[in-house]
């Protein structure tokens, strides 16, 4: 592992470390490009009243704002922790190259934070799952699906 990286992994455990005595979750991550931090968060749930504030959307929502783009092809992202399930799907959404993470999920599930039982219910058919799911009005929903598809303007993401 280069120096930089371990700098980079230091930045992200120092959010996290910190974000623990501001009452916050302790989470950090910082994202790279071109070997310069370009944004850093820790965890913002309780603080935020917002449960999808964690520390690796909040470090891409400041990423994308700072280089004004949703795509993150070219960056690197930095997290104190295995991102779960959310966090993970935003990374591939944000097309990172590259994450790189410090403590594992079973370290997480220890203190708290277990996200095991996602991993699970995605295993299964939406109906078979804990939370009450239902699918209706497709048939009028796919209006909007054809109306992106006949859309000559839209900028594919």
């Not at 295995?82 to 190259?97: N, Q, S, V």
């Not at 079973?106 to 203190?111: E, T």
Request: net charge negative; hydrophobic share 35%.
């Amino acid at each position: 592992m280069t120096s930089e990286y371990k700098e980079y992994m230091a930045r992200a455990i120092q959010l996290a470390t910190n974000n623990v005595d501001k009452g916050g979750g302790p989470f950090g991550a910082v994202v790279v490009k071109n070997g310069e931090i370009i944004a850093e968060s820790a965890n913002s749930v309780t603080n935020d009243n917002d449960p999808t504030a964690h520390a690796e959307i909040n470090a891409i929502r400041k990423a994308c704002e700072q280089l004004s783009t949703y795509d993150l092809t070219g960056c690197a992202i930095f997290s104190s922790c295995e991102p779960c399930p959310m966090c993970l799907g935003a990374i591939y959404w944000a097309r990172l190259d590259e994450l790189n993470f410090a403590c594992n999920k079973d370290d997480a599930a220890s203190s708290g934070f277990d996200d095991a039982f996602i991993y699970e219910e995605l295993k299964f058919n939406y109906k078979q799952r804990k939370l009450k799911t239902d699918q209706f009005m497709r048939t009028d929903a796919l209006q909007s699906f054809q109306r992106w598809d006949e859309f000559e303007e839209k900028e594919t993401y």
